[in-house]
């Protein structure tokens, strides 16, 4: 059964930074893609970073140039380093994996495995 365990979500002052680790468990090879996902209260799930098998990322506009998306493959894990936080970041960060995807990888990649997710707030 694969299961993914995010962890790193903690209270920062804005401008802070913050990483978050994801690992996946249940795969007998790291899946072809991972992902992040976050949900702000009273918001929509919104996708905002993926990373392929070969490490070909993709950034919703919200993060780019902010969030950097890595991931070994030998630990089967992603990681996540955000800087530049504002308190729009606040949300439930959840990170996703697929194995197979017949429209590449990238933040449309519908996911089939998820975590439980972890906060991150952003407040002074």
């Known amino acids: 059964q694969v299961q993914l365990v995010e962890s790193g979500g903690d209270s920062v002052q804005p401008g802070g930074s913050l990483r978050l680790s994801c690992v996946a468990s249940?795969?007998?090879?790291?899946?072809?893609?991972m992902g992040w996902f976050r949900q702000a209260p009273g918001r929509g799930r919104e996708a905002f970073a993926a990373?392929?098998?070969?490490?070909?990322?993709d950034y919703a506009s919200s993060v780019k140039g902010r969030f950097r998306v890595t991931r070994d493959n030998a630990r089967i894990a992603t990681a996540l380093q955000m800087r530049s936080l504002t308190p729009e970041d606040t949300a439930v960060y959840y990170c996703?994996?697929?194995?197979?995807?017949?429209?590449?990888?990238?933040?449309?990649?519908?996911?089939?495995?998820w975590g439980q997710g972890t906060q991150v707030t952003v407040s002074s």
């Open positions: 990373i392929s098998l070969g490490g070909i990322t």
């Open positions: 996703a994996a697929v194995d197979v995807s017949y429209t590449g990888c990238n933040v449309t990649t519908v996911f089939r495995s």
């Open positions: 249940g795969y007998s090879e790291a899946p072809y893609c």
